[in-house]
């Protein structure tokens, strides 16, 4: 891939030498410790090398300078280009891999789905599918939280973007989007080369999307012809009218590919960050202490603090990237177009200088005021920043309570991380064991 223009000078991080296969591979595989060790040899903004391309990223870890890049134009640095790996799963027309006006137009249609009235409308339902689930818990199991919080933000985002509690067609769908997020890196960079898709292991993977795509028309198609007034995504996607004034409504094709964003950007991500929560919460027992004395006196502020915590210590996403559409000069640095910056979540949520003791899994730093609000960007920033943040808050809130007012939670070991698609997850599915509390449902 050719950055630049030859003959101008350009002022770009330093950063390693070896081949683009071999920083390809660390970055997608290493990069939790081979990050900070970068950031210790070269400064908080160094550069790799990465294919396809091979392309330069340049990683940012200073506050300031993310906040730069967040708040730059939306069209030179292009969050689409940077997120061309999601391509092959969320669709040509997916809000993620929009600029400019298309990605406004887009927000502008999903945000109502957002809003705080309809965050607080969904709040009975995930209480619903978070009772369901933990009224199946028993005092002295074993439980792997990621899996089974992977079920119920699955059910959760299935209900919330298509409205559907029950049917074959739900039945379906369900072990087709599991499969769907179940991706290793290998398989993740393989999505760029569309050559790849006729061989195993990536022809499975195109074979099992053709499915889900087929079974996502099927619904969209008999909502078409049975409308129903309800609050779920699909049904709000179907009254949408073009932006341009003409007739009709949005085209198949692209209510799909928000479905499917939203669908995969709401469930695994939710799942890993209530599993490491859980797991830092079990591991801690003086935090799991004032967690669940929270639960019980119904104050939703710490338990929104330990939640947030959870994802600092353990972002789900280490970086997000922005591609240089023309030469920019970027915090300093003179880049030429072509190249990617990108906002270093991991570095900055375990920088010291921000959080002292950044290592530490302490709540109460986002209740006294020392996580400085610049350095915790785990929803991105700018106009680009995730539309369902405070739903997820929402939903990660309520499932603790569900927890924690029901089960102590008993853990040892720490879990290792494991990426998988492009997020970060407790590599051993984070086990807790349950201890009932008296007087509880369930916990005897």
Avoid at 150 to 162: D, I, K, N, R
Avoid at 239 to 247: H, I, K, L, M, Y
Avoid at 328 to 346: E, Y
Wanted: proline share 9%; hydrophobic share 40%.
């Amino acid at each position: 891939m050719r950055q630049g223009r030859p003959g101008k000078r350009y002022t770009l991080p330093p950063g390693p030498r070896t081949p683009a296969m071999v920083q390809t591979l660390q970055t997608l595989a290493g990069r939790k410790d081979g990050f900070p060790r970068l950031r210790e040899r070269y400064g908080p903004t160094f550069s790799v090398w990465t294919l396809p391309g091979p392309q330069r990223i340049v990683m940012f870890s200073d506050p300031d300078d993310i906040k730069e890049i967040f708040a730059g134009d939306p069209v030179v640095l292009s969050g689409a280009r940077g997120n061309e790996v999601l391509r092959a799963a969320m669709g040509d027309r997916s809000v993620m891999l929009q600029d400019g006006e298309a990605h406004r137009q887009i927000r502008r249609y999903l945000m109502p789905a957002f809003s705080p009235g309809a965050v607080q409308g969904y709040r009975p339902m995930v209480q619903r599918i978070a009772e369901q689930e933990v009224a199946g818990w028993r005092s002295g199991q074993e439980v792997p939280t990621l899996d089974r919080m992977a079920a119920v933000t699955l059910e959760v985002m299935m209900q919330v973007v298509f409205g559907l509690t029950d049917g074959p067609r739900l039945d379906r769908l369900r072990p087709r989007l599991l499969r769907l997020t179940d991706v290793d890196p290998v398989v993740a960079l393989g999505w760029l080369y569309p050559r790849l898709r006729l061989l195993p292991p990536w022809r499975g993977h195109a074979a099992n999307l053709r499915a889900v795509d087929t079974l996502i028309h099927e619904e969209i198609t008999e909502r078409r012809q049975s409308p129903r007034s309800s609050p779920d995504l699909l049904s709000r996607l179907l009254e949408v009218a073009p932006e341009d004034g003409s007739s009709g409504s949005l085209p198949p094709a692209e209510i799909r590919d928000q479905l499917v964003t939203l669908l995969l950007a709401g469930y695994e991500t939710s799942a890993s960050a209530l599993s490491w929560t859980l797991h830092e919460l079990a591991r801690d027992p003086a935090a799991q202490a004032a967690a669940r004395r929270a639960a019980d006196d119904g104050d939703e502020a710490y338990l929104e603090a330990c939640l947030k915590e959870g994802m600092r210590l353990h972002p789900i996403i280490d970086y997000v990237a922005r591609t240089l559409t023309e030469d920019q000069v970027v915090a300093g640095w003179s880049l030429p177009a072509g190249v990617t910056v990108a906002p270093a979540i991991m570095l900055t949520h375990l920088d010291e200088e921000l959080f002292g003791d950044a290592g530490r899994f302490r709540p109460e730093r986002f209740l006294e005021g020392s996580a400085p609000p610049r350095g915790w960007i785990p929803f991105g920033g700018g106009v680009r920043r995730c539309v369902g943040a405070a739903f997820a808050l929402m939903e990660g809130v309520v499932m603790l309570c569900e927890v924690l007012s029901r089960f102590e939670l008993v853990a040892a070991e720490p879990s290792p991380t494991r990426l998988r698609n492009i997020t970060n997850e407790p590599g051993d599915g984070a086990p807790v064991r349950l201890v009932g509390r008296a007087g509880a449902p369930h916990g005897r």
